[in-house]
């Protein structure tokens, strides 16, 4: 923050941009990019020229390709971990909730498809700032669940533990699985994809029933 007759002022970027807004830019530019070409093959030069910023500017606000890799992470991360948090929060149980968590992630992603690709480039480093990264939001993810699926197979009378574990298994599986169709099909809007997703639990449930 400086100051300026008397009024403050935040600090600012290249060519009087806000530094904040000039970081979303950068990180608006870089998410795709990465997304796009992967980790190991983006080349920090394209994201600058894309973003219409010098090189070292990056450099200035990021440290380095991992840095701005691992806010990359941070921001989506947050993004999807909080949305799965509050639907966690709300009053519905079994697969309903299951429908809600899809629902919230379709539409969190819609407007930010390429935020998923980050968590699943096998190209990345998978230690130091980025592993950890990686790792923290999965976990946290991961834990939700967990808690849901666990909550659903009591629900049903199951309790073992193995069955639970398979079962976690299975539905991270769908949910990876049910995205990456819905990235090769962008013409699909996420209230497609939910009631898409109602549709073939329906006919799941109805064959399992039989």
């Known amino acids: 923050m400086t100051r300026k007759n008397g009024v403050n002022r935040t600090k600012a970027g290249t060519k009087g941009v806000p530094r904040l807004d000039r970081e979303s830019q950068i990180l608006d530019v870089a998410a795709k990019e990465f ?35 691992t806010a990359c992470l941070d921001r989506a991360g947050a993004v999807l971990a909080d949305e799965i948090e509050r ?17 919230g992630i379709f539409t969190i992603l819609q407007p930010q498809p390429h935020f998923w690709k980050l968590f699943f480039d096998g190209s990345a480093p998978t230690i130091g700032a980025i592993g950890r990264s990686t790792a923290h939001y999965k976990d946290r993810i991961t834990k939700l669940a967990e808690e849901g699926v666990t909550e659903l197979m009591t ?23 049910l995205v990456n169709w819905w ?28």
């Open 183 to 210: 990235l090769d099909h962008p013409d699909q809007t996420a209230e497609q994809m939910t009631q898409r997703c109602m549709r073939l639990m329906q006919a799941l449930f109805a064959e399992v029933a039989k």
């Open 87 to 103: 639907i966690a929060r709300e009053d519905t149980v079994g697969v309903e909730r299951g429908m809600r968590t899809l629902e």
């Open 35 to 69: 997304a796009a070409q992967g980790y190991a093959t983006t080349n920090l030069a394209v994201i600058a020229d894309k973003a219409g910023i010098s090189k070292p500017l990056i450099y200035n606000y990021f440290t380095s390709k991992d840095g701005l890799f």
């Open 155 to 177: 629900m049903n009378g199951d309790s073992n533990s193995l069955d639970i574990s398979a079962m976690i298994a299975v539905w991270m599986s769908i949910v990876d699985a």
